[in-house]
């Protein structure tokens, strides 16, 4: 798995401080169709920094992150798509057999690939930013947009599903409250910090167009 790791993957700034925004404030009276989500006709793709979606487990920085892609003409990648793809086994699979530590040196390679210098929206999993290597990384080259929710919304996602190896056999709401605690205040040093809660995603999609000057 080493090997296949280091083989396969071997613009616009804004303001240091973190800016906050909340999806709910932008509610919709209905969550439109994830194909309502293309681009304004005739509005030109970003061209700024590659923007890296950071949080906790369950706060749907995948699914964000694929509309906002596409409202802003780029790519998407998935950072822990991408490790599950170079390994050729899922990440349950590699924490189970080589531990924590090895996953994350995979994770800082993948996430060292997707950070190209090309525009583009990355998703990458809640551990990612607090490695520090990684944290520099997206720091210095992308543009951070740590997306938040309250611990009930967190519970009520990660719930519907049992792949997550930081939750098997343990209480959900345990385990992010622990996450939150340590995680949170690395989180907080993303320039960008948005709060989605029960919110739609294209909610979620527009407060970060807003917070990036779309």
Avoid: C
């Avoid at 303001?15 to 999806?23: D, E, G, I, Q, V």
């Avoid at 210095?140 to 930081?166: K, M, S, Y």
């Amino acid at each position: 798995m080493q090997a296949a790791f280091v083989k396969r993957y071997g613009g616009a700034l804004l303001h240091p401080r973190t800016l906050l925004y909340s999806a709910g404030a932008m509610l919709q009276s209905r969550d439109p169709d994830p194909d309502d989500g293309a681009p304004p006709r005739g509005e030109p793709a970003w061209t700024g920094r590659p923007l890296v979606l950071v949080g906790l487990m369950g706060v749907g920085k995948s699914t964000v992150g694929r509309r906002l892609a596409r409202r802003l003409r780029l790519p998407f990648a998935d950072a822990d798509d991408e490790i599950e793809a170079a390994a050729g086994m899922t990440i349950a699979e590699i924490f189970e057999r080589f531990g924590e530590p090895y996953f994350r040196d995979g994770e800082r390679r993948v996430i060292h690939r997707l950070i190209d210098g090309r525009p583009k929206v990355i998703a990458t999993g809640g551990g990612a930013f607090i490695n520090d290597e990684t944290r520099a990384l997206i720091l210095g080259q992308a543009t951070a947009i740590w997306l938040d929710a309250r611990r009930d919304v967190l519970v009520d996602r990660v719930r519907r599903r049992n792949h997550r190896p930081l939750l098997r056999g343990r209480n959900p709401a345990e385990v992010l409250d622990e996450l939150a605690r340590v995680r949170n205040p690395v989180y907080a040093l993303a320039p960008v910090h948005i709060t989605s809660n029960h919110a739609p995603h294209e909610a979620t999609v527009a407060a970060i167009l807003k917070a990036i000057g779309r």
